[in-house]
T-cell receptor, first 113, second 111 residues
Framework: DAGVIQSPRHEVTEMGQEVTLRCKPI?????LFWYRQTMMRGLELLIY????????DSGMPEDRFSAKMPNASFSTLKIQPSEPRDSAVYFC???????????FGDGTRLSIL | QKEVEQNSGPLSVPEGAIASLNCTYS??????FFWYRQYSGKSPELIMS????GDKEDGRFTAQLNKASQYVSLLIRDSQPSDSATYLC???????????FGTGTRLKVLA
């Protein structure tokens, strides 16, 4: 079975550019999570969707970050404009429901120069 | 502030030994507990989940939960060099969606 699919795997771009990260959750999973992982702060939850609806975006660091889930099989995380401090690994995870474990995608390693 | 605490390590054990990884949490209403393994440069991979007090075994892995003492541990028997990774503990309260992750314990299994 296909797991959570993220793209791109790596992104290197210059400060000020728009960055779009993509995620396809596991088929049938109704919960989707975006995380950011850094050495200093570990895994941080950015936003949580349930049935395509954003439930909690309190972890989104600034207005420069936005996320959408137009349908059950696709979500995007956008950073505009990007800054060097946004450099991190961004993970998407999905689960079958609140009481089921989360499964992570391979992540996008983002470097903002 | 709800917290999950893990010793960052590294925890070094010889090949074939038992590795014991510990995690404590502060929120008493926590109900679901997960161990994830993360190899360097890779994503977290779920290896164990535990919901009730006691032990849960899966192959070489045993998760132990003590809600009264607010700790959860992971034992890895017959440790192999391929077990060398960072192990993340995650805790979730019933009816919520939010996982609280520890910062992870780095395990090194020496051949």
């Amino acid at each position: 079975d296909a797991g959570v699919i993220q793209s791109p795997r790596h992104e290197v771009t210059e400060m000020g550019q728009e960055v779009t990260l993509r995620c396809k959750p596991i088929s049938g999973h109704n919960s989707l999570f975006w995380y950011r992982q850094t050495m200093m702060r570990g895994l941080e939850l950015l936003i949580y969707f349930n049935n395509n609806v954003p439930i909690d975006d309190s972890g989104m660091p600034e207005d420069r970050f936005s996320a959408k889930m137009p349908n059950a099989s696709f979500s995007t995380l956008k950073i505009q404009p990007s800054e060097p401090r946004d450099s991190a690994v961004y993970f998407c995870a999905s689960s079958l429901g609140l009481e089921q474990p989360q499964h992570f995608g391979d992540g996008t390693r983002l470097s903002i120069l | 502030q709800k917290e999950v605490e893990q010793n960052s390590g590294p925890l070094s054990v010889p090949e074939g030994a038992i590795a014991s990884l510990n995690c404590t949490y502060s929120d008493r209403v926590s109900q679901s507990f997960f161990w994830y393994r993360q190899y360097s440069g890779k994503s977290p991979e779920l290896i164990m989940s535990i919901y009730s007090n006691g032990d849960k075994e899966d192959g070489r892995f045993t998760a132990q939960l003590n809600k009264a003492s607010q700790y959860v541990s992971l034992l890895i028997r017959d440790s192999q060099p391929s077990d060398s990774a960072t192990y993340l503990c995650a805790v979730k309260a019933s009816g919520t969606y939010k996982y609280i992750f520890g910062t992870g314990t780095r395990l090194k299994v020496l051949a």
